[in-house]
């Protein structure tokens, strides 16, 4: 499976945006890019997935380098709330349920 | 919709002791996932279901590890005989087809003594 690149951990600033990068430089043509991320003591949700075009949700935005070789989420005013280990991962499109591959995620410190 | 909705929410028992853990995923659904996290080996498929149909289980443990769906709105994850080591905490989730998303239980926190 292509793996994914994600930093361990950042900082932000409430009511600040939030860039957080991924690399996935083996990407396939057929890969999607989901978010999900993980409150503390809860599940992981579901925040975005995008194939080759930047997506927008209420949550977030996902942006996508032309290349396909990484990847941005974006939080444009980050909250206390958004404190979470967000999980950036390649699904194939209309494969078979592998189930959700989980690296390490990226930890996301809001500061007041 | 209530979500994922896992029981116990905690669970402690001592080595040697059976465990089952219970999930009811979303009305709808047709696939059904358990996960467990540990702080070692973070976020791990330990098995799906497609249509009450276990279809991969390669990630579960060993033997002592079994989970069942005998309906569209219950499955159950037991380990039996129980080890410290399987002290984690374990999620449900259920998605409307196989590469759709996927919704989260709140986990059931086990702790083996």
Known sequence: DAKTTQPNSMESNEEEPVHLPC???TISGTDYIHWYRQLPSQGPEYVIHGLTSNVNNRMASLAIAEDRKSSTLILHRATLRDAAVYYCILRPWGGGADGLT??????????P | ????????????????????????????????????????????????????????????????????????????????????????????ASSFGPS?????????????L
């Open chain 2, 100 to 112: 759709n998303t996927q919704y989260f239980g709140p986990g059931t926190r086990l702790t083996v």
């Open chain 1, 102 to 111: 989980f690296g390490k995620g990226t930890h996301l410190i809001i500061q």
């Open chain 2, 1 to 92: 919709d209530a979500g994922v909705i896992q029981s116990p929410r905690h669970e402690v028992t001592e080595m040697g002791q059976e465990v089952t853990l219970r999930c009811k995923p979303i009305s709808g659904h047709d696939y059904l996932f358990w996960y467990r996290q540990t702080m070692m080996r973070g976020l791990e498929l330990l098995i799906y279901f497609n249509n009450n149909v276990p279809i991969d289980d390669s990630g579960m443990p060993e033997d002592r590890f079994s989970a069942k769906m005998p309906n569209a709105s219950f499955s159950t994850l037991k380990i039996q005989p129980s080890e410290p080591r399987d002290s984690a905490v374990y999620f449900c």
């Open chain 1, 23 to 25: 690399n996935h430089s």
